[in-house]
């Protein structure tokens, strides 16, 4: 079996093809935090006017900001970052489009920042961004005009945009696993095996929304909380948090907190929803790493995990498009058996204390699982578009029982390996 030391050899060489760390967001409305929402500018209304030659967007705030306005393309979009802000605007506010605006997102990006993104219709360049002063009883108002151009002339914007000048350019590794408030990384001196527990979404990503208002980012994150202090009862294993607060993290960023804590092992958390025009489904799935999807059911899901940053102000067109690098594959082989080996091992655990999807093993290409030497798992913990799922996502009970089933999956998975690692030379 080859060594973790080889392994990271390995990847020494393909890491350049493999991670590249941006901010990143996605649509819905970005609770208070309790005891802090006074400290932030308040936008409390937006309206869209004009066509698709000229479009404007005005959010009224109730106090003037700083903005930062670029580009990005694969797809059209516009970037607004500002300082943080607590969204007060209606539920579906962000699903309005007009002119050359399809839609847009809001949100939290990290601690002390928050971003707007416009889905565009086509090209357009950021005529102007700017705050106006209250005045003649009106409030401050964030105001963005769009105009559209060619794809030559938005070509050209886009390579002489500062974007990089941006919150985008703010969130560092660095800066990012500190913003979390994560568990914290390992110390060389703390020799138990890492476990990283990614609660999916966050910030201005919500996930998956039930008609009755919960998100999948606020479902997932209860419960990865309380999977933490679960395992960490015992003082066996060391956890690391990717977030544990309602802030955005990259998927390439997510990947990055599982290497550079040498994780024993990442268990990514997350909820699905079915489309009402697809039917109804229920239960629990995991999901392992694959190039090619076990089913359609599974390429849909991945596809839409994978756009997290695409969704978030992402400049695609600097991440790799496929990971095909022969040193990265070779370490992910005995990765993917370990990863399989544990799905079966949590599937037979999960199965005792909660309802599995019918078909409760799956595989995909899903990004946030391709550490090559850190055996990964996705567990969607059920269907938010289903009611009897999202009963049992919101119950306190239930939430234990399933922790506790995951937790000793876990355990039983690192002891088997701690014990054929042999002691430490």
Known sequence: MASRANLGIIWLFAVALFLSGAASLAAGNEPDRPGVAGDFP??????????????????????KIDVHAFLLANPYRAVIDI??????????????????????????????????VFDLAGPAKIEKAYVLDAANGQPPRLVVE??????????RLLA????????????????TVDATGSTGAATPSDTRPVVVIDPGHGGIDNGTEASTGETEKDLVLAF??????????????????????????????????????????????????????????????????????????????????????AIGGVNLTEEPTEVADILIDLAQRETRTFSNRFARLLMSEMQTTMRMHKHPLKSAG???????????????????????????????DWRSRTVRSVANAVEAFLAKRVVSAGPAH
């Open 224 to 309: 990865a909380l309380a999977l933490r202090d679960r395992i960490e009862q015992d003082g066996k294993y060391h956890v690391v948090m990717t977030r544990t607060d309602d802030t955005f993290i990259p998927l390439a960023e997510r990947v990055r907190v599982a290497r550079t804590n040498g994780a024993a092992l990442f268990v990514s958390i997350h909820a699905d929803a079915l489309p009402r025009r697809e039917g109804d489904a229920r239960g629990a799935t995991i999901y392992t790493l694959s190039d090619k999807a076990s089913d359609a059911e599974a390429e849909r899901l991945a596809e839409a995990e994978n756009k997290a940053d």
């Open 160 to 175: 002489t945009s500062n974007s990089s000048e941006g919150l985008r350019g703010a969130v560092s590794p660095e800066s």
């Open 366 to 396: 899903f990004r946030v699982l391709k550490a090559p030497d850190v055996p990964s798992v996705l567990i969607e913990l059920g269907f938010v578009s289903n009611k009897a799922d999202l009963r049992q996502m919101v119950s306190s």
């Open 42 to 63: 308040v936008a409390s209304e937006v309206r869209l006017a004009g066509d698709e030659k000229q479009t404007r967007f005005i959010l009224d705030l109730d106090k």
């Open 83 to 116: 300082p943080q802000v607590s969204f007060r605007l209606a539920p579906d506010a962000g699903g309005m489009g007009r002119g050359l605006i399809k839609a847009f997102r809001y949100g939290l990006v990290m601690p002390g920042g928050s971003r707007i």
């Open 146 to 155: 769009l105009e559209a151009v060619d794809r030559a002339a938005f070509n």
